[in-house]
């Protein structure tokens, strides 16, 4: 009997119950690791989204300054005026050039880091890849706003070599120049690339990376000069990170309203849009209309980045 005893299991506990179940139903197992972050995206997150839908489709009363709970599509219409067409098409237009420029500025370097920077080089170059990012965003952009001021830096630097006839030329020109660069279209631009060519930068650097060095030493062996392999076979390989970096500059610059509205003129982007119906105007129905226009608007750049691959490369 005290043998028997002795070697009898023990009994069941409820954590032994519930860990045999788990080990048993896998399917539980994953439902309770993915619970709590599908349950925090869904109800954060996509309820959040549901909510800014559902008011675009109110409005405020001109009167009361109340927001009235009738649906409509008074936002909607409003969104065709033109200024606020403007508004959009501008935003777009930036975060084109900001991205084309970014993928021109940062393939090079992300070349160089990837197939020829080696040792102490490449942690160097990291690092000043990295390096913006590791302070303030304030104080970078602001830092930017004394360096572009009419007394600052770079309009210093003009004088000294007689060049500010030709900073002048450029900011006599429309649609880009200004009284100075902090106060130009030109400036906000040199600014959003400054901002985000490192988010470029890493994504290409570890497409070009996972290109093996054989099919470049296959390429040359078929007499491929370097400009054709260039063209033909880093590029194309290239692509799903050019893609996956034009997603953070794209939407980075398209939704930003600060750097707008410290450097530029008074020309408005979507953000400073949303930013002032919302916080100014107190036009809250109108604001969460005109806050889906940058939601569709990556949403088919996300659709389009997907059929280049992007996704594989983040």
């Not at 599509?73 to 420029?101: C, H, K, Q, Y």
Request: aromatic fraction near 12%.
């Amino acid at each position: 009997m005290t043998a028997l005893a002795l070697t009898a299991p023990p009994p069941a506990t409820l954590r032994r119950r519930a860990s045999d179940l788990l080990y048993t139903r896998r399917g539980l197992l994953l439902l309770a690791l993915l619970a709590p972050p599908l349950l925090w995206f869904g109800v954060i997150y996509l309820g959040s989204l549901f909510a800014l839908l559902a008011n675009a489709f109110f409005r405020l009363d001109d009167f009361t300054g109340q927001v009235v709970r009738e649906v409509g599509f008074t936002n909607f219409i409003a969104l065709l005026e033109p200024a606020n067409l403007d508004a959009a098409r501008r935003s777009v237009g930036m975060a084109v050039a900001v991205t084309l420029t970014c993928t021109a500025l940062a393939f090079p370097l992300a070349f160089y880091m990837a197939r020829h920077a080696r040792g102490a080089q490449k942690a160097l170059l990291y690092i000043a890849v990295m390096l913006p990012l590791w302070s303030s965003y304030l104080v970078r952009l602001y830092a930017w706003k004394l360096l572009l001021a009419k007394e600052g830096a770079i309009s210093w630097l003009a004088e000294r070599l007689h060049a500010a006839w030709l900073l002048d030329a450029v900011l006599s020109l429309p649609l880009i120049g200004g009284p100075s660069l902090s106060f130009s279209t030109l400036g906000t631009y040199i600014v959003f690339v400054y901002m985000w060519l490192p988010f470029m930068v890493l994504p290409v650097m570890a497409a070009i990376e996972r290109i093996p060095a054989s099919t470049l030493e296959a390429s040359a062996d078929l007499g491929a000069r370097p400009g054709r392999t260039l063209r033909h076979v880093i590029l194309p390989l290239a692509l799903p990170g050019i893609a996956a970096g034009s997603i953070f500059t794209f939407s980075l610059t398209l939704g930003d309203y600060i750097i707008p509205q410290v450097i530029g003129d008074s020309t408005l982007y979507i953000g400073q849009v949303v930013y002032r119906q919302q916080g100014v105007a107190g036009n809250l129905p109108f604001a969460a209309a005109f806050s889906l226009v940058p939601i569709v608007v990556i949403g088919i750049y996300l659709w389009l980045a997907k059929r280049q691959g992007a996704f594989d490369a983040l």
